[in-house]
């Protein structure tokens, strides 16, 4: 995976953004794979911790929106394995990219 890069750009408006450049590279399937699967497992997790935090003390707060999030992204991640899984290369590499844009909501 290429470094990280964090580069603070201006809009036309004069919004001050951070755009953050996750993937960026020509992967093998496998790579890419593990690659997809590292990413949202770590969302996963998250909204796990951010369920868990929310149920602490109250067992009976099921928390609907968090599970809606985590079966989402569950299905996110099978459906790219499918996807991946059914390419035929032939030794040529798949591109993927990804920024996270960063900017303060009104």
């Known amino acids: 995976m290429d470094k ?5 750009l201006k ?10 450049k996750l993937i960026e590279g020509k992967f ?14 770590v969302k996963i997790n998250f909204h796990k911790l951010q369920r868990l935090s929310r149920i ?14 985590i079966t ?7 459906n ?4 991946l899984n059914s390419l035929e290369l032939e030794g040529r590499a798949l591109k993927i990219t990804s920024t996270i844009h960063i900017s303060i909501e009104d």
């Open 28 to 41: 093998s399937k496998r790579e890419a794979l593990n690659i997809l699967n590292s990413v949202v497992d």
């Open 80 to 83: 790219a394995k499918e996807f």
């Open 11 to 20: 809009e036309d408006n004069e919004t001050l953004l951070h755009q953050l």
């Open 4 to 8: 990280i890069t964090l580069e603070r």
């Open 56 to 69: 602490e003390g109250n067992v009976q707060d099921i928390c609907l929106f968090d599970n809606s999030r």
């Open 72 to 78: 989402e992204l569950i299905s996110a991640k099978s």
